[in-house]
């Protein structure tokens, strides 16, 4: 596990996501890439709001992130039925932070 700060914000990422923007290409890691970056604006808009009070970003960026949220689910059930575990796991554990971030940023 690795800790980034965007702005104010502190996002969490996994060894597979690092090592997605690292070292890996491939559709499986832009999948990745697509999850972090997400979370990441999702984050980093909750921080903004919390400390200016103006939720303007976040109105934006929530429409964004919960279309990104059925991709990725499409993803990761393409990578199941493909049986590539490793993928569906990594992916699908991915998809849960944002959908984490997603449900803490609609209770502002």
Known sequence: MTT????????????WEVAAF?????????????????????????EQAKQSGNATVLDRVLPIARVEVSRLQERVE???????????????ISTKRLLSSLEEAEKL
Do not use: C, H, W
Request: proline letters at 2%; a positive charge; hydrophobic letters at 45%.
């Open 78 to 92: 393409g990578a199941k039925q493909a049986k590539d575990t490793e993928a569906a796991v990594n992916l699908g």
């Open 22 to 46: 690292v070292s890996e290409d491939g559709p499986g890691a832009e999948d990745l890439r697509r999850a972090v970056v997400a979370r990441a604006l999702v984050t980093s808009a909750v």
């Open 4 to 15: 980034v700060r965007i702005g104010g914000a502190r996002l969490l990422m996994s060894s």
